[in-house]
């Protein structure tokens, strides 16, 4: 499978992508990850962040949830579907607002990454919801169709197949050389 790149020509991930080049722009998102991290972050908030991503293990597969009945104007101009992965014991990564500085900043810069390789919108979760346009009663069912346990977060993607599974992609692997750039900040830091 192939995934599509919009904007300027860069590597996805190095699933889809072999050779130098992939590893080279993996390598890159690494330092920009860090760079991003160092100048975003205070040292509480990298710990703060760190005691979540610690937990970090890999993603469940993709599924789709069908809401039918959904006010939210991305889910209906995508066929009233979104495709969506649960990452276990993430719960709390991606809330935002004012007494959430950390997870907001965090939130932001993976997203901003998402966004600058793939050339779409990124993804949401359900620590943002009920929000654009979905329910409480919506992000309950995207929680059960997940199985989510209390401690769990689900990522959505509002694209076709292709494009869900890549931006999947990219999330997870972001997430992983987060983890490694946050301990390694915590461990010049502390």
Same mark, same amino acid.
């Given at each position: 499978?192939?995934?599509?790149?919009?904007?300027?020509?860069?590597?996805?991930?190095?699933?889809?992508?072999?050779?130098?080049?992939?590893? +080279?722009?993996?390598?890159?998102?690494?330092?920009?990850?860090?760079?991003?991290? #160092?100048?975003?972050?205070? @040292?509480? =908030?990298?710990?703060?962040? &760190?005691?979540? !991503?610690? =937990?970090?293990?890999?993603?469940?597969?993709?599924?789709?949830? =069908? !809401? @039918?009945?959904?006010?939210?104007?991305?889910? #209906?101009?995508?066929? &009233?579907?979104? *495709?969506?992965?649960?990452?276990?014991?993430?719960?709390?990564?991606?809330?935002?607002? @004012? #007494?959430?500085?950390? +997870?907001?900043?965090?939130?932001?810069?993976i997203c901003d990454e998402v966004?600058?390789?793939?050339?779409?919108?990124?993804?949401? +979760? +359900?620590?943002?919801? @009920?929000?654009?346009?979905?329910?409480?009663?919506?992000? $309950?069912?995207? #929680?059960?169709?997940?199985?989510?346990?209390?401690?769990?977060?689900?990522?959505?993607?509002? *694209?076709?197949?292709?494009?869900?599974?890549c931006t999947k992609n990219l999330l997870d692997?972001?997430?992983?050389?987060?983890?490694?750039?946050?301990? $390694?900040?915590?461990?010049?830091? *502390?």
């Amino acid at each position: 499978m192939e995934c599509e790149q919009r904007g300027e020509v860069a590597a996805l991930s190095s699933h889809f992508i072999k050779g130098k080049r992939a590893s +080279t722009m993996k390598m890159l998102r690494e330092v920009s990850l860090k760079h991003r991290f #160092q100048e975003r972050l205070n @040292p509480s =908030e990298l710990m703060f962040i &760190w005691n979540i !991503l610690k =937990e970090l293990t890999a993603s469940a597969s993709i599924c789709i949830v =069908e !809401l @039918p009945h959904t006010k939210s104007n991305m889910i #209906q101009h995508n066929k &009233w579907i979104i *495709y969506c992965a649960r990452y276990p014991n993430l719960k709390g990564l991606f809330r935002k607002g @004012p #007494q959430h500085t950390a +997870t907001t900043s965090f939130g932001r810069i993976i997203c901003d990454e998402v966004k600058q390789t793939l050339g779409n919108t990124g993804f949401f +979760t +359900t620590d943002e919801l @009920p929000a654009y346009g979905i329910s409480r009663n919506e992000k $309950r069912l995207v #929680q059960q169709a997940n199985n989510i346990g209390d401690k769990d977060l689900v990522a959505m993607f509002v *694209y076709d197949e292709t494009e869900a599974k890549c931006t999947k992609n990219l999330l997870d692997e972001l997430l992983m050389s987060s983890k490694i750039e946050i301990q $390694r900040l915590i461990n010049i830091t *502390y």
